[in-house]
């Protein structure tokens, strides 16, 4: 297969004598590589090479100007900005950014397509106008400035362009507007070379007029990569550009385009393959790859629509991938290291005394922290367990070990909004990430980029008075990084090659992998960054969307030209605005099948494999056994007991092996903490009733103290400063209305004759329970939150914040007790009992719990019921009552404390 380049040097070497002394002028540098590659393969003698530049570097040479850096301009731009006075309001540099970029744009388009920027800044300022606002109507000062702003684009436009011109550089556009307007002077130094066009496609306004101008001089002739499938194919957009310039262009009313090749026609074998999801689209190259040969491979191009896929794709390479060649950098955007930087500065634009401590976990648990803070758990765990969500400078000093001072001062320190400070300080973080010994090379070269980044803005910041705030380096930062890249180094031409889209232009391979052919990628669809409205595109013939559509038509389908086997790659996932359609190419190339192409669409599935589901068994240890005497001798509690109904590993974990929930800071009142606040509130307002009966005097006075302790309690469980604000104010005031209700419950007891006596609160209580068969003493003990006598009878209360139903203390079946966790309410009020017993052995009790959620059912009593739909109930709780339940209890613990019965999970329906 000879390449367009090839086919191209061929075609030279019999137009011309000596093809030395030939100006090459190509799309990108990687195509000059290629095409010197080609060149010296091709050679059979000893040559001079011609002079190959890059279009970008051809029109710099035309017009004597420098392409300015994108972020310099910006602050070249800025000044002209403060020095045009029609601006009725200058804003601040950080607003000024936010719009910048998309006028500079517009401003470089204006140039590149050679209009008048008189006319059509003009034409720009009426169409605001009229899109906004009634002009016939009073006009508000909002107004007056808005309509000022465009009217001044055109002093705006004129300053900018005196101060670049003034030192010799200029944006793109500008230099192609210059290089239109020297054209016919740099054809005169010229004095006859001839001049090669290669490959080109879309041209703006100011090449086409400096590619014709110099084609006169019939010495000189332009390559077309084009085939004649689609040439001849009028409704095609891959052609739309040729059509256009050979019907518009006087060269080609005498000369014939040179060369339209005809290889789409040839044999070919498509497929088109879906697969789920990013990840599953770089596996699957792999695969592909994994099945080529040496020689296949060398031949073959893997080609990202999606240049996010990179990472991911070197990571996919199979073994026998031995030789690469990488013609994109890897963002530098991706790596650890300069997230680390992006969370670091913006925890620093936040103008606040307090650091969240969000943003304190945030950079301790990077890993990039671990290579400067010697002890991060020391400083988490503290947070965690003073539950502090906002830390002042000083108190992070305080938590912080002696050894890590220096670098906490460094990362949470007043950087005082000032830029230079900023600067200095990451800086200083960069030269201490450099001594570290276990960076890796990559990440040492994603550093020194960072140091090259970091140095350049220093440098910006002492030319330019601009970058005042903090707030002004994170963005400036957030930009330099978007388009900062680590570039692969190896050989060129040799080897896989792994590319963008753009870079495969010139370029062909008989083997094509594409990845990402989805819609929105490949094409890339609307954009509207630009401040030029869709009518006045028209009007100036500007390209439009449907044109930049077709640029990528033209890249996909040249792509496929001399191409022998292509695989197609599209991700069929949808996920946020990524949809998983695939591109309107794919469809075309289905509807429009050429005979001699084979098209296969496969569908990519991950293997799924379901395996027979075991639940988990822990046998029991002499080790287990001695914890499970331990926590005997010392108390089953009734909490540790439904625990085991609900999942013999739960109780394994937590009891047995001591695993508790991590300490983390509470940022929001959790449902436990809610529950402690309420309980202990209502300890503190009854203490004063200890052996006492209520009345409605003294309870109403009580009321009167709620706020003051509810808020102790708050402080003592939850946070002991700060104020209370969003949801934990509601939590706050749903506290107070528990404790409030149920006080105006007790109330409205005593008012109907209630006589309440309250006899204990929040008591701790242990019982031994014999069981000879374990062989050691089993104690059973909790904390009972209230025993009271209502009316001469004894009452076992158990305080509950969340909702409990009346159904769930009520027994049909004994058995469903230990078996079924939805009675552990029930279990829980036993076991209270259980340990009251002395007190009502010739008599009997009720055992309940009051629900806050469902105080209008007031105390919900323990029963048993003959049928789930009986209507006679029997709440009365006796000595007989207790037997039973301590029978079930007793084959309960036994089963727990018998080492033949192993821990079994539990299945969870």
Excluded at 188 to 195: E, N, S, V
Excluded at 644 to 665: C, H, S, T, W
Excluded at 756 to 774: A, N, R, T, W, Y
Excluded at 863 to 889: C, V, Y
Aim: with cysteine.
């Amino acid at each position: 297969m000879l390449t367009f380049l090839e086919e191209t040097i061929q075609k030279l070497t019999y137009q011309y004598e000596d093809i030395s002394s030939l100006k090459i002028i190509v799309p990108s540098k990687r195509a000059g590589g290629f095409l010197k590659n080609y060149l010296r393969k091709e050679s059979k003698i000893t040559t001079f090479v011609p002079t190959i530049l890059s279009i970008e570097e051809f029109i710099q040479e035309i017009s004597q100007l420098a392409i300015i850096d994108s972020t310099e301009l910006i602050f070249k731009s800025y000044e002209a900005y403060l020095q045009t006075t029609s601006f009725s309001e200058k804003e601040d540099f950080e607003s000024y950014t936010s719009w910048a970029s998309t006028l500079l744009n517009d401003f470089n388009e204006v140039d590149r397509y050679l209009l008048d920027p008189k006319q059509f800044f003009s034409y720009l300022g009426s169409i605001k106008t009229l899109e906004k606002w009634n002009v016939k109507g009073e006009q508000t000062e909002l107004i007056k400035n808005y309509l000022s702003f465009w009217d001044s684009l055109l002093d705006f436009y004129n300053t900018l362009i005196k101060a670049l011109e003034k030192e010799e550089i200029g944006h793109q556009g500008l230099v192609y507007r210059k290089a239109s307007e020297k054209i016919e002077t740099y054809i005169k130094q010229q004095q006859g070379t001839p001049h090669v066009f290669i490959g080109f496609n879309a041209l703006n306004n100011a090449e086409q007029h400096i590619i014709q101008k110099i084609l006169e001089d019939h010495i000189s002739s332009i390559f077309w990569d084009a085939d004649s499938h689609f040439h001849e194919d009028t409704k095609h957009s891959a052609s739309l550009f040729l059509r256009r310039y050979l019907k518009e262009w006087t060269y080609f009313q005498k000369n014939k385009p040179q060369f339209i090749a005809s290889n789409y026609s040839q044999e070919k074998s498509f497929k088109v393959i879906e697969v789920q999801k990013n990840i599953g689209q770089a596996k699957y190259v792999g695969e592909i790859l994994s099945e080529y040969d040496a020689e296949k491979l060398a031949n073959t191009a893997v080609v990202l629509a999606d240049e996010k896929l990179l990472m991911p794709i070197l990571h996919s390479l199979p073994p026998n991938v031995t030789s690469v060649n990488i013609t994109m950098g890897v963002s530098l955007k991706t790596f650890p290291i300069t997230t680390f930087f992006e969370l670091l500065l913006t925890q620093h634009t936040r103008s606040n005394d307090l650091i969240y401590y969000k943003d304190i976990f945030a950079l301790l648990y990077h890993p990039t922290a671990s290579l400067l803070v010697s002890d991060r758990k020391k400083i988490i765990s503290e947070i965690n367990k003073t539950n502090s969500t906002h830390l002042s400078e000083a108190h992070m000093y305080e938590i912080t070990n002696i050894d890590d001072l220096e670098i906490i001062r460094l990362l949470f320190g007043d950087w005082k909004d000032r830029s230079e400070i900023a600067l200095e300080k990451c800086l200083h973080i960069i030269e201490l990430l450099k001594e570290s010994l276990t960076i890796t090379t990559v990440e040492k070269a994603a550093l020194y980029q960072l140091l090259e980044i970091f140095e350049r803005i220093s440098a910006l910041n002492k030319t330019y008075s601009h970058l005042k705030s903090i707030k002004t380096i994170q963005g400036l930062f957030s930009e330099l990084i978007a388009s900062a890249t680590l570039d692969f180094k190896g050989d060129a031409y040799e080897g896989l090659q792994i590319m963008g889209i753009l870079e495969t232009r010139v370029l062909d391979f008989k083997n094509i992998i594409m990845t990402s052919v989805n819609e929105g990628v490949l094409p890339t669809g609307k954009s509207n960054a630009s401040f030029i409205t869709y009518d006045l595109k028209q009007t100036f013939k500007l390209p439009l969307y449907t044109e930049k559509d077709a640029i990528y038509t033209y890249h996909f389908y040249r792509l496929l030209h001399r191409t022998k086997e292509i695989a197609l790659v599209y991700n069929s996932h949808s996920e946020g605005l990524h949809t998983g359609e695939k591109s309107r190419f794919l469809l075309q190339l289905d509807l429009e099948k050429h005979p001699n192409h084979s098209l296969q669409k496969t569908i990519i599935t991950p293997k799924i494999s379901i395996a027979p589901t075991t639940l988990k068994t822990i046998a029991k240890t002499e080790a287990v056994g001695k914890r499970l005497q331990e926590i005997a001798s010392k108390k089953f509690s009734p909490s540790a007991l439904t625990s085991y109904i609900r999942n013999p590993m739960d109780f394994y974990f937590q009891k047995i092996l001591g695993v508790q929930e991590a300490d983390l800071v509470e940022e929001t009142v959790a449902a436990n903490t809610l529950g402690t606040i309420v309980h202990e509130s209502l300890e503190t307002l009854y203490t004063p009733f200890l052996g006492k009966f209520i009345f409605e005097k003294e309870l109403k006075e009580r009321m009167a103290q709620i706020d003051t302790i509810v808020l102790e309690q708050y402080r003592k469980h939850f946070n002991s400063n700060g104020a209370i604000k969003g949801k934990n104010l509601l939590i706050f005031e749903v506290a107070k209305r528990y404790v409030y209700n149920f006080l105006r419950f007790e109330i409205h007891c005593v008012q109907n004759g209630d006589q309440i006596k309250i006899l204990q609160l929040e008591k701790e209580m242990v019982v031994p329970i014999d069981i000879p068969s374990v062989g050691f003493q089993v104690n059973l003990g909790g904390n009972v939150d209230r025993v009271d006598e209502c009316n001469g009878v004894l009452r076992i209360i158990d305080y509950k914040t969340g909702l409990v139903n009346q159904g769930e203390l009520e027994l049909v079946d004994w058995q469903d007790l230990t078996a079924d966790y939805k009675y552990s309410k029930a279990f829980q009020v036993l076991a209270y009992a259980t340990m009251m017993e002395h007190t009502f052995k010739d008599s009997y009790c009720e055992a309940g719990v009051i629900s806050f959620k469902n105080l209008s059912s007031g105390f919900l009593k323990f029963g048993t019921k003959e049928a789930p739909r009986a209507q006679t109930k029997n709440q009365k709780i006796t000595s007989e009552t207790i037997d039973i339940f301590k029978n079930h209890l007793v084959e309960l613990i036994i089963e727990i404390c018998d080492l033949n019965i192993p821990f079994t999970e539990k299945e969870i329906t």
